[in-house]
């Protein structure tokens, strides 16, 4: 079946602690987004590609880092500069068009919590 | 910039009461309109979309209508289950397409038996 993966479903970081979270789909969509998700907040845009090797910004981009080396695959990375990064994140996926119709698919996302 | 506005939870219902959940919007151009639901532990699921005024997204027994004049995509369903249980997002879309999703902070509905 097509989907998104994210792994791990859970992840643990220590102060001063680099950390990966992988998203990878086999939609063939060219667009992905990661998403932030605190209770109460709903979700907030961290960065987005549309294309490989290309990637923006989004509402809360300080703290983290994104690359885009296949089409298939958009890693985030919460640095250590992030001081507040516990919470749920999400990878989501879409078709590019010009039109602002097609929805974005979601993985099950990964919790991040700090020991 | 944009934004959606969504009532706060959590709402609390008995199996097989009419369900709604208001949702408001301010954007710019023409945007597409959706309604996601949460499962507990689980990434958002699509549950229905409304891409122009008047449009009416339906899944599920849930239904909403695109309403311009009124900027509003509230979600309805006639008879709830307790399987409903559940946040539900509404969300938007800007012109262009490219950009992400502009979310509500989400309606956590509770059906009990």
């Known amino acids: 079946d097509g989907g998104i993966t994210q792994s791990p479903k859970y992840l643990f970081r220590k102060e001063g602690q680099n950390v990966t979270l992988s998203c990878e789909q086999n939609l063939n969509h060219d667009a992905m987004y990661w998403y932030r998700q605190d209770p109460g907040q709903g979700l907030r845009l961290i960065y987005y590609s549309q294309i490989v090797n290309d990637f923006q910004k989004g509402d809360i981009a300080e703290g983290y880092s994104v690359s885009r080396e296949k089409k298939e695959s958009f890693p985030l990375t919460v640095t250590s500069a992030q001081k507040n990064p516990t919470a749920f994140y999400l990878c989501?996926?879409?078709?590019?068009?010009?039109?602002?119709?097609?929805?974005?698919?979601f993985g099950d996302g990964t919790r991040l919590s700090i020991l | 910039g944009d934004s959606v506005t969504q009532m706060e939870g959590p709402v609390t219902l008995s199996e097989e009461a009419f369900l709604t959940i208001n949702c408001t919007y301010t954007?710019?151009?023409?945007?597409?309109l959706f309604w996601y639901v949460q499962y507990p532990g689980e990434g958002l699921q699509l549950l229905l979309k409304a891409t122009k005024a008047d449009d009416k997204g339906s899944n599920k027994g849930f239904e909403a209508t695109y309403r311009k004049e009124t900027t509003s995509f509230h979600l309805e369903k006639g008879s709830v289950q307790v399987s409903d249980s559940a946040v539900y997002f509404c969300a938007l879309r800007g012109g262009g397409g490219a950009d992400g999703l502009t979310f509500g902070k989400g309606t956590h509905l509770i059906i009990q038996p």
């Open positions: 989501a996926s879409s078709m590019l068009t010009l039109a602002s119709n097609q929805p974005q698919h």
């Open positions: 954007a710019t151009g023409y945007p597409s």
